[in-house]
T-cell receptor
Framework: DGGITQSPKYLFRKEGQNVTLSCEQN?????MYWYRQDPGQGLRLIYY???????QKGDIAEGYSVSREKKESFPLTVTSAQKNPTAFYLC????????????FGDGTRLSIL | GIQVEQSPPDLILQEGANSTLRCNFS?????LQWFHQNPWGQLINLFY???GTKQNGRLSATTVATERYSLLYISSSQTTDSGVYFC??????????FGKGTRLHILP
């Protein structure tokens, strides 16, 4: 079945460590997105990519980095510069043109030890 | 950029009741999505509805693009309808802007 796979479901990080969250899609979508959700809050855009080898910062990109080397994959690295990384991270994808329906993965919960 | 406001922020209903959730947006849009986030955090697509009315079982949605709002109707609520409902619209720079959501609690 087509879909978006995020891994792992739960991730624990020690202070000062970088961690990478995986997002893979087999929907043949051009665009992929990373969102952060804090408890009781809405979704905030971290980074998005509309085409391979290109990506743009969202509203809260500081302390995060991404790459888009393959159409299917859009990994997110939470760096040690992100001072408050504990949150729920959601990956989404959509087809062209922009504004097409977004489809979401099941998310990764990141916690600091 | 575009602003998205959802109301009410919280809603508590008895099982079997009907409800209407509202999404207002500050600029013209060419599409709008409604999502349900279940208690496990999964975001489920409900409707992609740039304009007009769509129905899916007990749920229906209406978007009046000229008046910049959309409504989500839930009839005969069930406890499995609990969760947070989000609407989302695209900004001019192709980012998707989410409202803050309506948290729905259905009591058995």
């Amino acid at each position: 079945d087509g879909g978006i796979t995020q891994s792992p479901k739960y991730l624990f990080r020690k202070e000062g460590q970088n961690v990478t969250l995986s997002c893979e899609q087999n929907l043949n979508h051009d665009a992929m997105y990373w969102y952060r959700q804090d408890p009781g809050q809405g979704l905030r855009l971290i980074y998005y990519s509309q085409i391979v080898n290109d990506f743009q910062k969202g509203d809260i990109a500081e302390g995060y980095s991404v790459s888009r080397e393959k159409k299917e994959s859009f990994p997110l690295t939470v760096t040690s510069a992100q001072k408050n990384p504990t949150a729920f991270y959601l990956c989404a994808s959509s087809s062209h043109p922009p504004g097409q329906p977004q489809h979401f993965g099941d998310g990764t919960r990141l916690s600091i030890l | 950029g575009i602003q998205v406001e959802q109301s009410p922020p919280d809603l508590i209903l008895q099982e079997g009741a009907n409800s209407t959730l509202r999404c207002n947006f500050s600029d013209s849009v060419n599409n709008l999505q409604w999502f349900h986030q279940n208690p496990w955090g999964q975001l489920i697509n409900l409707f992609y509805i740039p304009s007009g009315t769509k129905q899916n079982g007990r749920l229906s949605a209406t978007t009046v693009a000229t008046e910049r709002y959309s409504l989500l109707y839930i009839s005969s609520s069930q406890t499995t309808d609990s969760g947070v409902y989000f609407c989302a619209v695209p900004n001019r720079d192709d980012k998707i802007i989410f409202g803050k959501g309506t948290r729905l609690h259905i009591l058995p």
